[in-house]
């Protein structure tokens, strides 16, 4: 162990391990984030996510049996529109939280409450191929013409520190810094078919004011994930996925923390249309980590969108 690292209160390496972005929120597990719709449309959506789990640290930390519980509200809008020939869009999502962290420390319970807002995440997408610009009358003789088609895409996010936080709690909502995501995705889609695959890498802007007054900084994250969907005529659709995601190192006031993350993600969606512009989504999503410090937590989501 390095001067530096016996330097560091055990707090502070706590902290590290519990406010470090989880692997499940950098791999949402989205279906359909790539298809294809005419410019003009709007989608605003509400949803709720439950979810519960373990959390595994490092044993020298000497915690034991850390749970959480967590309840997330989600507001989002999506709209779609021309760059140049082809389609382009914007989502923006607005999550806030209620939840509990508990657990054994030196052998005591304890246990902490955060309610508030979490931080909302902007991004910017576009189909590069295969998703030409077309208005709501072109598009369904355009969709009959075109049974299989292939889209590529392109896609930056931003996530925006404007969660709750305050560096003198170990557990916070927000992160404090920025977080930039670039992707690339790919739709193939045949009949009611539809196969997707989509890359991020994740770069993170260094927390300055981390957790008594330290600077916390992350290497980059990458994530894969992929998706089948199958479509039953337009009321309703099916989805199946899975994700991996490696890297994202910490590192505290130059010294490197030695946890590189490894997570599998898996899950599924259901989506129906209760009336022309009404969906209602089903979702279930398993987080698992693959290795001895991590996160093996079950979500469950309920969502309503309106498109206009």
């Not at 509990?100 to 191929?129: H, I, K």
């Not at 030409?132 to 003789?141: G, N, V």
């Not at 910490?250 to 993350?261: L, V």
């Not at 279930?284 to 693959?290: C, I």
């Amino acid at each position: 162990m390095t001067a530096v690292r016996s330097a560091l209160p055990r707090a502070v390496r706590l902290a590290a391990g519990l406010c470090a972005p989880s692997l499940c929120a950098a791999q949402d597990l989205e279906p359909r984030r790539w298809t294809h719709l005419p410019v003009g449309t709007d989608v605003a959506g509400v949803g709720y996510v439950h979810t519960t789990g373990d959390l595994a640290f490092d044993p020298v930390l000497r915690i034991e049996d850390a749970e959480v519980e967590l309840h997330t509200g989600l507001f989002s809008y999506t709209r779609y529109f021309a760059l140049g020939s082809t389609t382009a869009r914007i989502d923006a999502v607005l999550p806030v939280h209620s939840g509990e962290w508990d657990g054994l420390v030196d052998g005591a319970p304890r246990a902490v409450d955060r309610d508030g807002l979490g931080d909302p995440t902007l991004r910017f997408s576009v189909n590069l191929v295969g998703a030409p610009a077309l208005s709501a009358a072109e598009f369904p003789a355009w969709r009959r013409e075109h049974g299989t088609v292939t889209t590529v895409g392109a896609a930056l996010l931003v996530r925006l520190p404007l969660g709750e936080y305050d560096d003198q709690k170990l557990i916070n909502l927000g992160q404090n810094r920025f977080v930039l995501g670039t992707q690339l995705g790919v739709l193939h889609t045949s009949g009611e078919w539809s196969f997707e695959l989509t890359g991020t890498a994740f770069l993170f802007e260094d927390n300055s004011e981390f957790f008594g007054g330290h600077e916390l900084e992350q290497d980059p994250l990458f994530a894969a994930q992929g998706h089948v969907v199958k479509t039953f005529g337009q009321d309703w659709w099916l989805s199946g996925g899975a994700a991996y995601g490696f890297g994202g190192e910490s590192t505290i006031d130059g010294d490197a923390k030695d946890d590189e993350r490894s997570t599998v993600v898996f899950g599924g969606s259901f989506g129906f249309r209760v009336a022309d512009a009404h969906s209602i989504r089903l979702a279930y999503a398993r987080v698992d980590t693959q290795t001895g410090v991590g996160e093996e937590t079950d979500s469950v989501f309920l969502g309503w969108s309106f498109r206009f």
